[in-house]
């Protein structure tokens, strides 16, 4: 399986530990094409239902036609065996919001 970058896939975050977002849930691709199609894991952020607008780590968007948030501050590191169905694709505008968030909170200032 080579996901692409930006798809939404089904992912069983279990098991996690303390605060993590959990269950079976979307998560959006985010590592490069290039590392996902050589490594056996994904950089992925989880979607949620639970929406907070006023959280500056978060991105408001729709996933297969229901409101949903990008969790930027739960981004982590998957095996691709936890990946199942693709289920959407981010919007061009909400993949270059994604990426300045991740920038902006991830990269050197």
Not at 26 to 33: D, E, F, G, L
Not at 41 to 51: G, I
């Given at each position: 399986m080579t996901p692409e970058r930006?798809?939404?896939?089904?992912?069983?975050?279990?098991?996690t530990s303390g605060r993590e977002i959990n269950k079976v849930r979307?998560?959006?691709?985010?590592?490069?094409?290039e590392m996902n199609r050589y490594l056996n894991?994904?950089?992925?952020?989880?979607?949620?239902?639970?929406?907070h607008p006023q959280w500056r780590s978060r991105i408001q968007?729709?996933?297969a036609g229901k409101d949903a948030e990008i969790a930027v501050d739960q981004i982590r590191t998957?095996?691709?065996?936890?990946?199942?169905?693709?289920?959407d694709k981010l919007?061009?505008?909400?993949?270059v919001r994604a990426r300045r968030l991740i920038t902006?909170?991830?990269?050197?200032?």
């Open positions: 930006y798809a939404i896939y089904f992912a069983d975050l279990n098991p979307p998560v959006a691709i985010v590592s490069q094409n894991t994904v950089v992925v952020c989880p979607l949620t239902s639970s929406l968007t729709t996933c998957i095996s691709k065996q936890r990946l199942r169905e693709k289920i919007s061009d505008d909400t993949a902006a909170m991830y990269g050197e200032t």
